[in-house]
């Protein structure tokens, strides 16, 4: 029996492929997509091998063939012979992208990345020329919506090289795309991107489309300077909690959403839109940044935290909205909290490279000296409103005139 155990476990080890890592597109773990199965799951369109075979998104496949004629027609061609040709050279290098465990022919894996491939960079096309409101699907908003939004989807993704390849065969700049891409799903990230300089060389890091996305909506140096040398960090508490300690809140000047600052009391936090599609945009990019296998800074993870821990009840959001901070589309402040409670669920934070470290060290600070929290109650239980204070300058005035006139009944002038 023990030498059969043994012969099995050597098959083990002799079947291992010679390097095993965590695929650039990956499937996202059981334990996320428990906590919010729609936020990975494309609702229209597929991209990739993951969803090509789910019944609701097979509508969308007359349209990909719809868009490469059009990209054929464009550049004079009249078979897809080059992307086919193409692809096939890169096919071996595009399914180490994804699962090991992937079950599709060749045929079918290639079929895919060229269709799919080329519907993105028609896309790329017409929206680079504004021509999205004269094709027959990307006319109708609700429909062009929902393909903007699956394309953001870790799960439907292409490896970028594949893109960056059919860019090159159907455009003569292919650099200036990045900026198409950068610029049209500007307006689904919450704040200011900032636009990298690519060249040949850095365009091979890039992984996917989101990630190329994530990989401009980083904060501003000044932020990333200030977490330097911190080596303890404890937590911070809610809103509420804070305020009852005198720390105030402001909307930051900058449009930068990861430039969260704290001075003189007060927390400088940039204003925050909250949508229908924000917490999917933030699932999915939080994914990509926690199975990253390449040391990339996990910033939304960060600032996710941040939030997290400002955030717990409406009453938070409450307080960020009359600040000017947070605004929301969705009913309720308790549908707006609950969008981070979940979202902090889904992180794991590495305390050791926290960049808003120095931050909660100087708020936790304030909020745990007795003399601040002894001021804010003084404040908020007398001083609350402007008749307050007037009340009370007048009784101390009153105060102080009868002390004097006893002063002077007692001790009389000789």
């Given at each position: 029996?023990?030498?059969?155990?043994?012969?099995?476990?050597?098959?083990?080890?002799?079947?291992?492929?010679?390097?095993?890592?965590?695929?650039?597109?990956?499937?996202?773990?059981?334990y996320?997509?428990e906590?919010?199965?729609?936020?990975?799951?494309p609702?229209?369109?597929?991209?990739?091998?993951?969803?090509r075979?789910?019944?609701?998104?097979?509508?969308?496949?007359?349209?990909?063939?719809?868009?490469?004629?059009?990209?054929?027609?464009?550049?004079?061609?009249?078979?897809?012979?080059?992307?086919?040709?193409?692809?096939?050279?890169?096919?071996?290098r595009?399914?180490?992208c994804?699962?090991?465990?992937?079950?599709?022919?060749?045929?079918?894996?290639?079929?895919?990345?060229?269709?799919?491939?080329?519907?993105?960079?028609?896309?790329?096309?017409?929206?680079?020329?504004g021509?999205?409101?004269?094709?027959?699907i990307?006319?109708?908003?609700?429909i062009?919506?929902?393909?903007?939004?699956?394309?953001?989807?870790?799960?439907?993704?292409?490896?970028?090289?594949?893109?960056?390849?059919?860019?090159?065969?159907?455009?003569?700049?292919?650099?200036?795309?990045?900026?198409?891409i950068?610029?049209?799903?500007?307006?689904?990230?919450p704040?200011?991107t900032?636009?990298?300089?690519?060249?040949?060389?850095?365009?091979?890091?890039?992984?996917?489309l989101?990630?190329?996305?994530?990989?401009?909506?980083?904060?501003?140096?000044?932020?990333?300077?200030?977490?330097?040398?911190?080596?303890?960090?404890?937590?911070?508490?809610?809103?509420?909690?804070?305020?009852?300690?005198g720390?105030?809140?402001?909307r930051?000047?900058?449009?930068?959403?990861?430039?969260?600052?704290?001075?003189?009391?007060?927390l400088?936090?940039?204003?925050?839109?909250?949508?229908?599609?924000?917490?999917?945009?933030y699932?999915?990019?939080?994914?990509?940044?926690?199975?990253?296998?390449?040391g990339?800074?996990?910033?939304?993870?960060?600032?996710?935290?941040?939030?997290?821990?400002?955030?717990?009840?409406?009453?938070?959001?409450?307080?960020?909205?009359?600040?000017?901070?947070?605004?929301?589309?969705?009913?309720?402040d308790?549908?707006a909290?609950?969008?981070?409670?979940?979202?902090?669920?889904?992180?794991?934070?590495?305390?050791?490279?926290?960049?808003?470290?120095?931050?909660?060290?100087?708020?936790?600070?304030?909020?745990?000296?007795?003399?601040?929290?002894?001021?804010?109650?003084?404040?908020?239980?007398?001083?609350?409103?402007?008749?307050?204070?007037?009340?009370f300058?007048?009784?101390?005035?009153l105060?102080?005139?009868?002390?004097?006139?006893?002063?002077?009944?007692?001790?009389?002038?000789?």
């Amino acid at each position: 029996m023990n030498n059969t155990i043994q012969v099995r476990i050597d098959g083990w080890i002799q079947g291992l492929p010679a390097e095993t890592s965590w695929p650039k597109i990956f499937q996202v773990p059981r334990y996320l997509r428990e906590l919010n199965e729609e936020a990975y799951e494309p609702t229209i369109i597929s991209i990739g091998p993951y969803h090509r075979q789910k019944d609701h998104l097979k509508a969308m496949e007359t349209h990909k063939v719809r868009f490469l004629k059009d990209l054929l027609q464009r550049r004079n061609e009249n078979s897809a012979q080059r992307y086919v040709e193409a692809m096939t050279d890169m096919k071996e290098r595009a399914r180490k992208c994804y699962s090991e465990s992937l079950v599709i022919s060749d045929e079918e894996f290639l079929e895919t990345m060229v269709l799919d491939g080329c519907f993105i960079v028609e896309l790329i096309h017409k929206i680079k020329e504004g021509s999205c409101q004269q094709d027959s699907i990307l006319n109708v908003s609700q429909i062009f919506t929902n393909i903007v939004k699956d394309l953001i989807l870790v799960e439907n993704q292409l490896p970028f090289f594949v893109l960056w390849e059919f860019l090159g065969n159907a455009f003569e700049d292919r650099f200036r795309c990045i900026d198409v891409i950068i610029g049209f799903f500007e307006v689904m990230m919450p704040g200011l991107t900032v636009r990298l300089t690519y060249d040949e060389n850095s365009i091979k890091k890039v992984k996917h489309l989101l990630d190329l996305l994530r990989t401009n909506w980083i904060p501003s140096d000044d932020t990333m300077h200030e977490c330097k040398n911190v080596q303890e960090m404890k937590f911070i508490r809610s809103a509420t909690e804070l305020r009852e300690a005198g720390i105030k809140f402001r909307r930051g000047k900058g449009r930068n959403l990861f430039d969260i600052k704290f001075e003189n009391g007060t927390l400088y936090i940039p204003a925050l839109n909250l949508e229908d599609h924000t917490e999917r945009l933030y699932c999915n990019i939080v994914a990509c940044e926690q199975f990253a296998d390449d040391g990339s800074p996990e910033y939304l993870t960060k600032y996710i935290t941040v939030m997290d821990c400002l955030i717990d009840t409406g009453k938070d959001v409450e307080l960020l909205f009359h600040k000017g901070i947070m605004h929301h589309w969705l009913g309720t402040d308790e549908a707006a909290a609950k969008i981070f409670n979940r979202l902090g669920t889904e992180v794991i934070v590495d305390r050791s490279n926290f960049f808003y470290a120095k931050l909660f060290n100087d708020v936790n600070r304030h909020y745990y000296n007795p003399w601040n929290k002894r001021v804010a109650s003084l404040r908020h239980n007398y001083f609350n409103t402007p008749w307050a204070l007037i009340s009370f300058l007048a009784a101390s005035f009153l105060l102080l005139l009868t002390l004097l006139q006893t002063t002077f009944t007692v001790f009389p002038r000789s």
